[in-house]
């Protein structure tokens, strides 16, 4: 089967610019997630997604930071504006199960230097 | 809050030998899981191995296992017969409920 898909791979921005992050789920996964992941660090969740649905976004720094999830299907995660600090690399993952247990396929990741 | 420590930030092994990951966590939760997940270079993250808290029996995959010590909070991971492929970024993780805590991670590298 087809893995998770994330597009753009590499992203350059200056500050105070935009940003949008795209992501395709492995088929028939009802979950998705999108997290940050800082040089040096593990991943933190930003955001998770129950078909089209939030369920956890109290991470999400929602004062630049929005995602969407239409038709619960693929998603997109936008920063505006952006801030040195968002340099990290913002990795998706979809699961088929409704809770955390359930193994999370993650995608390659978006690379994103602000500059 | 649940908290996860890798306190190896950096590992080498060298090929066909054996080597372990260390994990500590902090929790006062009774059930959980706990996992771990390997990153390679410019690669997707992928599960390594998954503990269910309640079970004694230590979880094994193939040349991967684990040694889950519940009362001391600890949950290592060994690698036997270590593989090229094995290169990697290991988490450990800690989960029960969303959102899942990471640790920092444990570079590994496989000398040949």
């Known amino acids: 089967e087809a893995g998770v898909a994330q597009s753009p791979r590499y992203k350059i921005i200056e500050k105070r610019q935009s940003v949008a992050f795209w992501c395709n789920p492995i088929s028939g996964h009802a979950t998705l997630y999108w997290y940050q992941q800082i040089l040096g660090q593990g991943p933190k969740l930003l955001i998770q997604?129950?078909?089209?649905?939030?369920?956890?976004d109290s991470q999400l720094p929602k004062d630049r930071f929005s995602a969407e999830r239409l038709k619960g299907v693929d998603s997109t995660l936008k920063i505006q504006p952006a801030k040195l600090e968002d340099s990290a690399v913002y990795l998706c993952a979809s699961s088929s199960g409704l809770v955390f247990s359930y193994e999370q396929y993650f995608g390659p990741g978006t690379r994103l230097t602000v500059t | 809050a649940q908290t996860v420590t890798q306190s190896q930030p950096e590992m080498s092994v060298q090929e066909a030998e054996t080597v372990t990951l260390s994990c500590t966590y902090d929790t006062s939760e009774s059930d959980y899981y706990l996992f771990w997940y390997k990153q390679p270079p410019s690669r997707q993250m992928i599960l390594v191995i998954r503990q269910e808290a309640y079970k004694q029996q230590n979880a094994t995959e193939n040349r991967f296992s684990v040694n889950f010590q519940k009362a001391a909070k600890s949950f290592s991971l060994k690698i036997s017969d270590s593989q090229l492929g094995d290169a990697a970024m290991y988490f450990c993780i800690w989960g029960a409920n969303t959102p899942l805590v990471f640790g920092k991670g444990t570079r590994l590298s496989v000398i040949a």
């Open positions: 997604f129950q078909n089209n649905g939030v369920v956890d």
